[in-house]
């Protein structure tokens, strides 16, 4: 009889995750607020950076067709030198800038030259970089972060239901069982927003050094173009 009355109580309590919520006092409350917002801008992070990697290689490929088209470095430049360039664009424009600054000083200095068309385009480069890596560092501390932000929670539910045992002095399930329920709560919350953030974080930051490598590369072409240019020009 006395089961009976305890597993009634225990089905007539709402364990809806609405409930749960409104149940938990201000600290879970507080957990579990801050863990739903982190999980929604950590996707809005997500979405925006898949987008942008993914315009990031488009605009890479189309530049690259562009370049070794056969087109003179001139006329590249007089196209991309009038729009907003982002990407290998970016460092093209900034690389033939200070080389047409060269020309007009009368720069003799090949090595010179050299030295600040590579600061350029390291520049340039970090530039991008910072662009691609903005807000993953976000994404990192969440997923470190917020399984044990949703642990707190849990500690601190666990803690009020043993008060809620302490004052009514009754180990009755309708007693433990919703402070457990919401504590529970707050670490599933915690996992949910921790887990897609690892797993993002970690795919989005390979993704990114890829493009930052084809920058870095593209660096490297671009300036041995330019080198070779300086050596003839030398010999003439």
Do not use: C
């Amino acid at each position: 009889m006395e089961t009976m009355e305890i597993l009634s109580q225990t089905t007539e309590a709402d364990f809806s995750l609405f409930a749960l919520f409104m149940q938990a006092d201000w600290v879970v409350k507080s957990v579990i607020l801050g863990l739903l917002a982190a999980s929604i801008w950590s996707w809005g992070i997500i979405i925006d950076k898949i987008l942008l990697y993914n315009r990031a290689n488009r605009e890479i490929k189309s530049f690259e067709q562009s370049f070794w088209s056969g087109q003179s470095l001139e006329e590249l430049y007089n196209i991309l030198s009038q729009t907003y360039t982002k990407g290998q664009a970016s460092l093209f424009v900034a690389a033939m800038k200070e080389w047409k600054r060269s020309h007009e000083q009368r720069a003799s200095s090949t090595i010179g030259i050299l030295s600040r068309l590579e600061k350029v385009l390291d520049v340039a480069i970090t530039r991008e970089s910072d662009i691609l890596e903005k807000r993953l560092g976000f994404l990192a501390s969440l997923a470190s972060a917020g399984v044990f932000i949703g642990l707190f929670g849990t500690v601190w539910g666990i803690m009020n239901a043993f008060q809620s045992i302490a004052i009514s002095k009754s180990t009755n399930l309708a007693v433990v069982a919703p402070g457990i329920a919401e504590a529970l709560f707050a670490t599933a919350l915690g996992l949910l927003a921790a887990i897609p953030a690892n797993i993002a974080y970690n795919k989005l930051s390979a993704d990114s050094e890829k493009i930052i490598e084809k920058l870095e590369n593209f660096a490297d072409e671009f300036l041995t173009i330019l080198s070779r240019q300086l050596e003839a020009r030398g010999q003439n």
